[in-house]
């Protein structure tokens, strides 16, 4: 692209936890990047664009440009919980952009992993993206939110870690380091995870993930099981799509790498580094939308 072309680039990649803005001149090279609030479009949609808003002024700030300058922008923004079109478009009205594309999180994840190239990915954070691309073609599989799925995810971990702490509690399953100190969290009080679990989002859950990872890593028996049940799930996940040896496989997301040593030794071979981000691959499909308009 024409360095000197005045178009901007905004690419924006939100989620439970939060979301990311960043803002790149028509040559791709980035002049800011931001960081807001919780952005899935399911639980809260006031409250992801919003945050979404933010982070695109926080950035914009950094760059040290006016807002007023952000019109002429050709933007992609990746959001989680965008589930139909109705949803896209209403966070796309909520901008004046030159041009600005709204899914959900699974194809700027995608595009931020894999760039152009044939393989799978296997992003895992909050929630959970798994998507298989042949020959140009992507199929997804999940996604569908802690709710009814997102097995494997930070979210899906938590609450699996509170079960296990109860079934503990009850003697079904044995405590250990893991499950006596989150029981501790809540004041050995069983009641209390009750109470948590009445209310809590997925952001919720998932703030819990962090250190059944690093107890796993311990080889705390609790631990591992879990990270194991969620590596279960994405080993058929992966027969299901045809996985094939030589396949590029990627872990991405802050729960993801983790699963390497959990997954099927034939997979862990074919295990390589993401090309970027999500954020990465809202820009490069800002991009795209930008070449295609013009």
């Given at each position: 692209?024409?360095?000197?072309?005045?178009?901007?680039?905004i690419?924006?990649?939100?989620?439970?936890?939060?979301?990311?803005a960043?803002?790149?001149?028509?040559?791709?090279?980035v002049?800011?990047?931001?960081?807001?609030?919780?952005?899935?479009v399911?639980?809260?949609?006031?409250?992801a664009i919003?945050?979404v808003r933010?982070?695109?002024?926080?950035?914009?700030?950094?760059?040290?440009?006016?807002?007023?300058r952000?019109?002429?922008?050709?933007?992609?923004?990746?959001?989680a919980?965008v589930?139909?079109?109705?949803?896209?478009?209403?966070?796309?009205?909520?901008?004046?952009?030159?041009?600005?594309?709204?899914?959900?999180?699974?194809?700027?994840?995608?595009?931020?992993?894999?760039?152009?190239?044939d393989?799978?990915?296997?992003?895992?954070?909050?929630?959970?993206?798994?998507?298989?691309r042949?020959?140009?073609?992507?199929r997804?599989?999940?996604?569908?939110?802690?709710?009814?799925?997102?097995?494997?995810?930070?979210?899906?971990?938590?609450r699996?870690l509170?079960?296990?702490?109860?079934?503990?509690?009850?003697?079904?399953?044995?405590?250990?380091?893991?499950?006596?100190?989150t029981?501790?969290?809540?004041d050995?009080?069983?009641?209390?995870i009750?109470?948590?679990?009445?209310?809590?989002?997925?952001?919720?859950?998932a703030?819990?993930?962090?250190?059944?990872?690093?107890?796993?890593?311990a080889?705390?028996?609790?631990?591992?099981?879990?990270?194991?049940?969620?590596?279960?799930?994405?080993?058929r996940?992966?027969?299901?799509?045809?996985?094939?040896?030589?396949?590029?496989?990627?872990?991405?997301?802050?729960?993801?790498?983790?699963y390497?040593?959990?997954?099927?030794?034939?997979?862990?071979?074919?295990?390589?580094?993401?090309?970027?981000?999500?954020?990465?691959?809202?820009?490069?499909?800002?991009?795209?939308?930008?070449?295609?308009?013009?």
């Amino acid at each position: 692209m024409d360095s000197e072309d005045p178009t901007l680039l905004i690419g924006v990649d939100g989620g439970g936890t939060g979301c990311r803005a960043a803002i790149a001149d028509a040559s791709g090279t980035v002049l800011a990047k931001a960081a807001g609030g919780p952005a899935n479009v399911t639980t809260n949609c006031d409250e992801a664009i919003e945050n979404v808003r933010q982070a695109i002024a926080l950035a914009a700030a950094k760059a040290g440009m006016a807002e007023d300058r952000l019109a002429e922008a050709s933007t992609h923004i990746g959001l989680a919980g965008v589930l139909t079109a109705a949803d896209a478009a209403r966070v796309a009205g909520a901008f004046r952009f030159a041009a600005c594309v709204v899914t959900d999180d699974r194809p700027t994840s995608v595009a931020g992993a894999l760039g152009d190239r044939d393989g799978i990915l296997i992003s895992v954070g909050t929630g959970t993206i798994i998507a298989a691309r042949r020959s140009g073609r992507v199929r997804y599989v999940g996604g569908w939110g802690l709710e009814v799925a997102d097995q494997a995810s930070g979210g899906w971990l938590g609450r699996a870690l509170l079960e296990r702490t109860l079934l503990c509690h009850d003697g079904i399953e044995a405590h250990s380091d893991l499950t006596r100190s989150t029981l501790a969290k809540f004041d050995d009080d069983p009641n209390r995870i009750v109470s948590f679990a009445v209310a809590a989002r997925p952001i919720d859950y998932a703030a819990l993930a962090p250190a059944l990872v690093a107890a796993a890593t311990a080889a705390d028996l609790n631990g591992r099981a879990l990270m194991q049940r969620g590596a279960d799930h994405i080993n058929r996940v992966l027969s299901r799509l045809e996985r094939r040896s030589g396949d590029i496989l990627c872990l991405s997301g802050g729960i993801g790498p983790h699963y390497s040593a959990y997954l099927d030794p034939a997979c862990q071979v074919d295990i390589s580094a993401p090309l970027g981000s999500a954020l990465d691959g809202a820009l490069r499909l800002a991009a795209q939308t930008r070449r295609a308009l013009t």
